[in-house]
Structures are given as structure tokens and as C-alpha cells.
């Protein structure tokens, strides 16, 4: 079964704390992305990954890092949390965008 | 920038009710699809469609593409309580990423 595996389901991190989001993929998809998905905003994209050591803003990049150095592997970084990046976070991966996203089951991440 | 507007954004309805979630758009897609999201988890990946006019069913679920492409309809008959959660529409559009539209929640009461 494919799977996209997100390293954790709840996350709680201090103001100010560096947050590390861990997405793996055993699907040898290219593409790779994080959402953050909020109550009333819907899904919004972070940043996104087409290749290896490559990354591509998304609509709400402000405050985020991300890192792509393996295929399988696309990690989104918090670089000094804020109580405003308390959300649900969402990783996907596709071959083909027609073909669909394959999605993880999210990390909950609050920030107090 | 392309948008997908879903409607209705709530539905509350009792088992065996039938309903029909909208998908709309000013914008052409290549392909249109559909997820259903349960709380806790991620969304999961229903249906593509991609012709113009397709029409695909998966049991109880019926999705249309409109001819033209920009629009689309979800329409399930005799809902069940397992039917509950978020459905997301998205379209594949330029620049090979999908726009989601701001989702459906229903909720089917035993």
C-alpha cells in the first residue's frame, strides 16, 4: 500500500522554537508539497518540490524552510514558531498532477 | 490566479437523503478531482475526471464534468453516516499544481 508517511500526528512546540516536519514517501513521486490546512481558510500551499534539492514557494511561504535532499524525503521547517503557524500541516506527493495527490495524515502542530 | 468556489459549505442531512455538492469555476481544468477528508486525517483521493461531460460513478457517488470544463458536481444518493466528513474539489490547472476549493462538510445523521 502507498503510503506518505508524516514523522508526527501532534506536535506542541514553544514561541520561538525551531520546528522540524518530516514527510517521507515510498511512491518515487517527483512532486512534493506542504499545506496548511485551517478552519475557514481551507487548504493553503506552503512551499512545493519538484526534484531533488529543489523548492518552490507556494501561496504562504512567510516564516517557512523547507528541505528536499532525498527523493523520498521533504522536510518543512519552522524557522521560530508562532502562535499563529498553529494549525494542521499536510504533506502530499504526485507523479502526475491529473493522476491526484497522495496525501499524509497530518501533524496537528500547536504553538503556545 | 484560478478559484474553485464549493457549495453548499455545510450540509446536514438524516440517512438515505440524497445531496449534490458543486464545484464551480471561471477557469479551465485538465482534470478535475475529488477527495474525501475524515477528521484526524489527510484527504484521500475519490475520483479524477477528465473529459469534458464525464460522468463517473463509484457506487453510491456520481461525479460529473462539466462540458466545459470548468465545473463539476458531486451527487450522492441514499447518504450514509459513513458518508461523513470534508469533500474537497480540485482542479489540475496550469503550472502542474492542483486549487482546491474551500470544501463541504457534511454530516449525515443516523
Known amino acids: 500500500d502507498v503510503k506518505v508517511t508524516q514523522s508526527s500526528r501532534y506536535l506542541v512546540k514553544r514561541t520561538g522554537e525551531k520546528v522540524f516536519l518530516e514527510c517521507v514517501q515510498d511512491?518515487?513521486?517527483?512532486?512534493m508539497f506542504w499545506y496548511r490546512q485551517d478552519p475557514g481558510l481551507g487548504l493553503r500551499l506552503i512551499y512545493f518540490?519538484?526534484?531533488?534539492?529543489?523548492?518552490e514557494k507556494g501561496d504562504i511561504p512567510e516564516g517557512y524552510s523547507v528541505s528536499r535532499e532525498k527523493k523520498e524525503r521533504f522536510s518543512l521547517i519552522l524557522e521560530s514558531a508562532s502562535t499563529n503557524q498553529t494549525s494542521m500541516y499536510l504533506c502530499?506527493?504526485?507523479?502526475?498532477?491529473?493522476?491526484?495527490?497522495?496525501f499524509g495524515s497530518g501533524t496537528r502542530l500547536t504553538v503556545v | 490566479t484560478q478559484l474553485l468556489e464549493q457549495s453548499p459549505q455545510f450540509l446536514s442531512i438524516q440517512e438515505g437523503e440524497n445531496l449534490t455538492v458543486y464545484c464551480n469555476s471561471s477557469?479551465?481544468?485538465?482534470?478535475l478531482q475529488w477527495y474525501r477528508q475524515e477528521p484526524g486525517e489527510g484527504p484521500v483521493l475519490l475520483v479524477t475526471?477528465?473529459?469534458?461531460?464525464e460522468v463517473k460513478k463509484l457506487k453510491r457517488l456520481t461525479f460529473q464534468f462539466g462540458d466545459a470544463r470548468k465545473d463539476s458536481s458531486l451527487h450522492i444518493t441514499a447518504a450514509q453516516p459513513g458518508d461523513t466528513g470534508l469533500y474537497l474539489c480540485?482542479?489540475?490547472?496550469?503550472?502542474?499544481?492542483?486549487?482546491f476549493g474551500g470544501g463541504t462538510r457534511l454530516m449525515v445523521k443516523p
Open positions: 502530499a506527493s504526485s507523479l502526475v498532477t491529473d493522476y491526484g495527490y497522495t
Open positions: 511512491m518515487d513521486h517527483e512532486n
Open positions: 518540490s519538484y526534484d531533488v534539492k529543489m523548492k
Open positions: 477557469s479551465v481544468f485538465s482534470s
Open positions: 475526471v477528465v473529459t469534458g461531460g
Open positions: 480540485a482542479g489540475a490547472g496550469a503550472g502542474n499544481m492542483l486549487t
